[in-house]
């Protein structure tokens, strides 16, 4: 048995040539631990646990792409490691078993970040403690401490020569609390800019290595969120920039696997055919099959990839020195000297190096988040790509947005719309109104926008309103539509908007209260039982809640999706705007970014407007958006979609590829909103003429 008792700070990385530690060792009489990498370390003495895996022995050629960072660990030079991964491959099991390695054979003061204290608490629990529990030699260590300290907790563990401590990211009094050697930063993207007000959690908690100069370890690891703030991706934008190659069976070309190598065929109908799924290789173009996938996998080459200069000249990596220590270190083209540090070791890998998911899994995953919409698409880059997501929450470029308008003209209803939400801005001195149509594939329609000028303090203008309730649009099926609810901002002229709405009883009109909430489009409905005065009301009003944050970012995601090309389908989520849309339409629309502040360190994102641009068109796009999640829009299916269709009675102009729809008449039941539409369509037919806004 081992029993380390090399526990000394200022030889915290024993070796046999290390006398001092030896000596020490024979005089305790006791066998000193060997010393090894962490690769050699797991594959000795780890032991799997039931919570994470079928228990047994630790095989790193079972997850090949961890054995690269695993001994980088040990690696002469490397200061930090960071980890941008997808999850579930490696990031844990890399460091549970640095962890074990350096608990065990060079043991220190060791830190453990995650985002919350909680969090920490988790690790501990169903992490550190089952590997110590399952793994003889960590048993023992701890068992000895127990026995003199009774003082370990979960979230504070001694061991001879050293202690585990876990926090979370946002206590800056315990990141800062005692020198350490051995950091270990998980989930870092989920770290507040700040901790308390002092600074970065992770610079804190850097600055206590202080102590450890020359052989101290900083990791750092997380799945990456939104480009340009993802902490994870800055932290491998700065370090040497490893990638792992692998050799294609077909040509022997040795790259990394990317996933625009995937290749899949469509249907008829557009959509992903993930049975057809398949990497090609980058070299020759041939495709592999998942068996030669998964021999592939089996030597994987970590290179430095990051862009250098040496003997004049800006050089991308093209040769490398032979491995040592797990990574192929690049070479100058013209001296011959490894031009790329390492004191910073990073590391990326996607699902395409998890021997468990096939790439038909993983495609499959990618046609789920393709039909979900730009959010679901934004997790797929996270967690299985292990790439930032470029989002569109920022505001897309205005002008892209007016480029890619579509061909029909406002006040006129485009086929693929299948029902219409109104959403009324309310200003001192006018309203703006915009009628907003929703179909299938989450796609919508700006059907048309209006100002209503007239002091809001006084009656016309919500008599021009209320007109507006009656009106029809015409349907491209030949149908008038009338808007299914209407939803009016009642945040600013509070006391005229319900009086107003009260007036409107019987007719699907609602005040709104647009929320500073990321959680849903529709948060639920808000009783107003009294006035802003605080007068009491017999009847209490009921107001929309609406989630305008979520309904925000989801909107700019979707305004920047490109329009594909002419035959081709949209993506999901795709928002249409007519030919004639204004330019200052659309500088309202995506009048605001989001902002992230730091306030006593709390992270908050907020969306502001972008320097002066008005944003009436962008509120009234988000109460319909909240209407329309309020009726269910989110969630219908075909069968709904096809009774829509059956009631404006273009049910016989289905897209091909789809089954015959069921009886019109039958599914047309009452309280059907649509069959109600088509009753007062032929009551009334009068065609609604855009107008111009402004
Ligand atoms: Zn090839
Ligand atoms: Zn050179």
Redesign the pocket.
């Known amino acids: 048995m081992f029993n380390s008792t090399s526990a000394s700070s200022e030889s915290p990385r024993p070796t046999y040539l290390d006398l001092t530690s030896l000596e020490r060792s024979w005089r305790k009489g006791l066998t000193p631990a060997p010393d090894l990498d962490v690769v050699e370390w797991a594959e000795e003495y780890r032991k799997l646990s039931k919570e994470s895996s079928n228990g047994g022995r630790f095989v790193t050629a079972r997850v090949e792409v961890a054995r690269g960072p695993m001994l980088a660990a040990t690696e002469p030079g490397v200061a930090t490691i960071t980890l941008m991964a997808c999850t579930q491959l490696l990031k844990t099991t890399v460091i549970e078993n640095i962890l074990g390695r350096f608990i065990h054979i060079d043991p220190c003061p060791i830190l453990v970040v995650q985002p919350k204290d909680d969090a920490a608490e988790t690790f501990s629990k169903d992490r550190l403690a089952p590997m110590i529990r399952d793994t003889k030699v960590l048993r023992d260590l701890f068992g000895d401490a127990k026995a003199t300290d009774a003082g370990a907790t979960l979230t504070h563990k001694q061991f001879p020569g050293g202690h585990v401590t876990l926090v979370g990211s946002n206590s800056p009094t315990n990141l800062a609390m005692r020198p350490i050697r051995l950091l270990c930063c998980d989930e870092i993207d989920k770290y507040p800019l700040s901790a308390g007000g002092e600074g970065p959690p992770i610079d804190l908690a850097e600055e206590r290595q202080a102590e450890f100069k020359t052989n101290s370890l900083s990791v750092r690891a997380c799945s990456p969120t939104v480009t340009g703030r993802s902490a994870i991706e800055a932290s491998y934008d700065e370090s040497d920039q490893r990638k792992a190659f692998v050799r294609?069976p077909?040509?022997?070309?040795w790259h990394p696997l990317e996933w625009e190598q995937v290749r899949f065929d469509k249907d008829e109908g557009g959509k992903i055919r993930a049975e057809t799924a398949r990497y090609e290789?980058v070299?020759?173009d041939?495709p592999w099959t998942e068996s030669q996938r998964l021999v592939a996998l089996r030597k994987i080459e970590w290179r430095q990839t990051r862009a250098f200069t040496c003997c004049g000249e800006n050089q991308v990596p093209e040769r490398w020195a032979p491995e040592a220590h797990g990574v192929r270190r690049a070479l100058c083209l013209h001296c011959g000297t490894m031009a790329v540090p390492n004191d910073h070791a990073g590391f990326v890998a996607s699902k395409l190096y998890a021997p468990k998911q096939t790439i038909r899994e993983t495609v499959a995953k990618f046609a789920r988040a393709l039909r979900r919409g730009p959010e679901a698409l934004r997790t797929f880059f996270n967690t299985q790509l292990a790439r930032t997501w470029k989002e569109g929450a920022d505001a897309p470029d205005w002008q892209d947005v007016y480029t890619r308008r579509d061909s029909y003209l406002a006040g006129t209803v485009s086929r693929g719309v299948l029902i219409l939400f109104g959403g009324v801005d309310v200003q001192k001195d006018r309203l703006e109104v915009s009628v907003w149509g929703f179909g299938r594939n989450r796609e919508r329609w700006l059907i048309e926008h209006r100002v209503l000028p007239g002091d809001t303090n006084r009656a016309p203008v919500w008599k021009d309103l209320e007109a507006m309730f009656g009106e029809t649009w015409e349907h491209e099926s030949g149908a008038d539509m009338t808007v299914r609810d209407w939803g009016i901002d009642s945040s600013g002229f509070t006391a005229e908007v319900y009086a107003f709405v009260r007036s409107q009883a019987g007719r699907p009109v609602h005040a709104v209260d647009g929320q500073d909430s990321y959680a849903a489009a529709f948060l639920g409905v808000g009783a107003k039982d009294a006035t802003p005065a605080g007068k009491k009301l017999r009847r209490g009003l009921k107001t929309i809640r609406v989630g305008a944050s979520f309904a925000k970012q989801e909107l700019m995601g979707c305004l920047a999706l490109q329009r594909p090309s002419e035959g081709k389908p949209y993506p999901a989520g795709f928002v249409h705007l007519p030919r004639d849309v204004t330019e200052d339409q659309v500088k309202q629309l995506t009048a605001e970014e989001l902002v992230t502040h730091v306030t006593r360190g709390r992270t908050r994102r907020e969306w502001v407007p972008i320097g002066g641009r008005r944003n009436e068109v962008l509120d009234c796009a988000n109460y319909a958006r909240g209407l329309a999640a309020m009726r269910g829009w989110d969630r219908w299916r075909e069968t709904h979609w096809r009774e829509l269709e059956g009631a404006l009675g273009i049910e016989r102009d289905r897209p091909a590829g789809l089954p015959e729809a069921s009886v019109p008449e039958a599914v047309v039941a009452a309280g059907s909103l649509a069959a109600r539409n088509l009753q007062r369509a032929s009551a009334k037919r009068s065609r609604v003429r855009s107008r111009t806004t402004r």
Do not use: L, R, V
């Open positions: 294609c077909h040509c022997e070309h290789c070299g020759c041939k």
